[in-house]
C-alpha cells in the first residue's frame, strides 16, 4: 500500500512536471530566439569592423609603399647623377670601374654553370 501510495505521489508530480513544462519550453525557445538574434548582430557588427580595420591597414601600407617607392626613387637618381658626374670627369677611371665589374660578374656568372 505504501508503495501505491508512493507510485501515485510520483505519477501527481510527474505531471504537474508535464503541464510546467510547455511554458518552460516557450520560455526556452523565446531565450534561445533572443540569443540567437542578439548572436547575429554582434556577428555583423564584428565582421564589419574587420572589413574596416583591413581597409585601414591596407591603406597605411599602400602610403607606406608610396613613400618608399618615392624615396628609393629618389636616391637612386641622385646616386646615378652623381654617377654621370663622375665618369663625365675622370672617363678612364669610369671606364676602369666598368671594366673591372663586368669581369667579376663574368668570372662568378661563369663559375656557376
Known amino acids: ?15 504537474a512536471e508535464l503541464n510546467r513544462t ?3 519550453l516557450q520560455d526556452i525557445g523565446e531565450n534561445a530566439a533572443a540569443s540567437a538574434s542578439s548572436l547575429k548582430r554582434d556577428a555583423g557588427n564584428v565582421a564589419r569592423d574587420a572589413v574596416y580595420a ?17 624615396t628609393l626613387s629618389h636616391v637612386v637618381t641622385t646616386d646615378l647623377d652623381r654617377v654621370k658626374a663622375y665618369v663625365k670627369d675622370q672617363p678612364a677611371k669610369g671606364l676602369g670601374f ?3 665589374a663586368g669581369a667579376l660578374a663574368a668570372l ?4 656557376r654553370s
Open 1 to 15: 500500500m505504501k508503495s501505491s501510495i508512493l507510485t501515485g505521489a510520483r505519477s501527481e508530480a510527474a505531471r
Open 22 to 24: 510547455p511554458g518552460q
Open 54 to 70: 583591413a581597409k585601414n591597414v591596407g591603406g597605411q601600407l599602400a602610403d607606406l609603399a608610396r613613400d618608399k617607392a618615392d
Open 98 to 100: 666598368a671594366f673591372i
Open 108 to 111: 662568378f656568372l661563369g663559375r
